[in-house]
Nanobody, 121 residues
Framework: QVQLVESGGGLVQAGGSLRLSCKAS????????MGWYRQAPGRTRDMVAT???????DYANSVKGRFTISRDNAQNAVYLQMNSLTPEDTAVYYC???????????????WGQGTQVTVSS
């Protein structure tokens, strides 16, 4: 089983920045496909950004150019740098992972507990 623990959420004013961290344990980190998702009240849980073991990234259109996902395999960690935040970014942000083997996803979804990000106007 993979355990994921997020940190770094909080309250920030519009236009500000925040950096989220996710620490993983219970698996070889380099084999994990990692991502950040978010869910606002009354909304579905949507992908924000993903990163594979080699550093290839993907972003939701709503955050492209403002958010940056990165990983540090030596630290078993993935990060989300969020800049130019707006109230529409307010949500619970979840770290996500799945095990991979070569190009295939081979394990179930794992989720962190979530961290609240609130952007005030």
């Amino acid at each position: 089983q993979v355990q994921l623990v997020e940190s770094g959420g909080g309250l920030v004013q519009a236009g500000g920045s925040l950096r989220l961290s996710c620490k993983a344990s219970g698996s070889t980190f380099s084999s994990l496909f990692m991502g950040w998702y978010r869910q606002a009240p009354g909304r579905t849980r949507d992908m924000v950004a993903t990163i594979n073991g080699g550093g290839r990234t993907d972003y939701a259109n709503s955050v492209k150019g403002r958010f940056t996902i990165s990983r540090d395999n030596a630290q078993n960690a993935v990060y989300l740098q969020m800049n130019s935040l707006t109230p529409e970014d307010t949500a619970v942000y979840y770290c996500h992972s799945r095990r991979t083997f070569a190009t295939a996803v081979v394990g179930p979804d794992y989720w962190g507990q979530g961290t609240q990000v609130t952007v005030s106007s």
